[in-house]
């Protein structure tokens, strides 16, 4: 059992039906967390654009070559 970091709901969670990497939200608060590690599970809220933001330094990379 995996308690949400946020508001302590029960997220229902299995480390073995989970990704490192993986996203998953809780339905009581609705906040976004990644999978860090999945033994022992282990999670971080994932803050709004982060997934935006590291697409877009990785196309500003690729152009100063």
């Known amino acids: 059992m995996v308690l949400c970091p946020?508001?302590?709901?029960?997220?229902?969670?299995?480390?073995e039906e989970v990704d490192e990497g993986e996203v998953?939200?809780?339905?009581?608060?609705?906040?976004d967390f990644e999978v860090v590690t999945t033994s022992p599970l282990e999670l971080k809220a994932v803050e709004e654009g982060?997934?935006?933001?590291?697409?877009?330094?990785?196309?500003?990379d690729g152009d100063d070559s």
């Open 6 to 15: 946020e508001c302590e709901t029960d997220l229902d969670v299995e480390e």
């Open 24 to 31: 998953i939200s809780c339905p009581e608060c609705g906040t």
């Open 50 to 60: 982060y997934e935006e933001e590291e697409e877009e330094e990785a196309i500003e």
